[in-house]
């Protein structure tokens, strides 16, 4: 899912792109989530069809204890490796711009030249299809609740709620758990992962995505940690749409 294509940065929004890149680095092993309150009967999520190209909008918010920020954005995915997104925040005037082609990423802010780096030793980044996804949350999911009915635009969606613990995240790529640091799997494994997810029957295709990461205030390596929040909206569009291409910036 493209919340994986966003990086970090060294310029104005950066602190933004970071607190992202982490939701990226988490949604690299798919997420998890404490169970809700009120449990109710477990559905199952429903046959999707994957979609080669496709346009989205952004839109994030993050909370850090007392701390709030809010992001906007969209761009364009062609699956399996390739991604363009600009964002902006409240906290700069200037938008970023990210292009991500295999294990190579381009980035500029504002006016300044575009800089060419690496996806942090991630290797190729490859999106799993979306069918693949659903599968995995699926299989490691410890509710998933049918939400009824609602409308993404103009287009009638049914909305399902998935919800994963801690342990089963790590579960769903181990190879990725191991190369975190003990730090990070040990805030992985108390952090709270929400997916809500709006498919139209008509069409098989995912149109909008909400995940939703809650981390309590906590200690890693005897270091205090504030509870925290980030909450990323996409809504797709001009699925399959042939003229969609990302291509290396000039």
């Known amino acids: 899912m493209s919340c994986l294509i966003l990086r970090p940065s060294h310029a104005p929004g950066a602190r933004w792109l970071r607190s992202l890149r982490l939701c990226g680095i988490m949604l690299a092993i798919l997420g998890a989530a404490a169970l809700p309150v009120q449990a109710q009967e477990r559905s199952q999520l429903p046959p999707?069809?994957?979609?080669?190209?496709?346009?989205?909008?952004?839109?994030?918010?993050?909370?850090?204890?007392?701390?709030?920020?809010?992001?906007?954005?969209?761009?364009?995915?062609?699956?399996?490796?390739?991604?363009r997104v600009w964002v902006g925040t409240d906290q700069s005037e200037d938008l970023t711009e990210v292009v991500q082609i295999g294990s190579t990423v381009y980035q500029r802010t504002g006016s300044d030249p575009w800089q060419r780096g690496d996806n942090g030793g991630?290797?190729?980044?490859?999106?799993?299809?979306?069918?693949?996804?659903?599968?995995?949350?699926?299989?490691?999911?410890?509710a998933i609740l049918n939400m009824g009915e609602e409308m993404v635009g103009d287009v009638p969606t049914v909305r399902?709620?998935?919800?994963?613990?801690?342990?089963?995240?790590?579960?769903?790529?181990?190879?990725?758990?191991?190369?975190?640091?003990?730090?990070?799997?040990?805030?992985?494994?108390?952090?709270?992962?929400?997916?809500?997810?709006?498919?139209?029957?008509?069409?098989?295709?995912?149109?909008?995505?909400l995940v939703t990461i809650i981390t309590p205030s906590t200690k890693v390596g005897g270091t205090s940690v504030p509870g925290a929040q980030i909450a990323i909206l996409e809504t797709f569009f001009d699925i399959n749409d042939p003229l969609i291409s990302v291509n290396a910036p000039i």
């Open 160 to 209: 399902y709620q998935v919800w994963l613990s801690g342990d089963q995240a790590l579960a769903l790529d181990p190879s990725m758990g191991r190369m975190l640091p003990n730090e990070t799997r040990e805030l992985l494994e108390k952090t709270a992962f929400k997916y809500d997810l709006w498919v139209s029957p008509q069409d098989g295709f995912l149109h909008q995505q």
């Open 122 to 142: 991630l290797g190729n980044m490859q999106t799993q299809p979306v069918s693949a996804q659903f599968n995995a949350l699926q299989t490691h999911a410890n």
């Open 48 to 83: 999707v069809n994957n979609f080669a190209t496709a346009r989205f909008k952004l839109l994030a918010t993050v909370e850090i204890d007392t701390v709030k920020g809010v992001a906007f954005g969209g761009g364009e995915v062609v699956l399996p490796d390739r991604t």
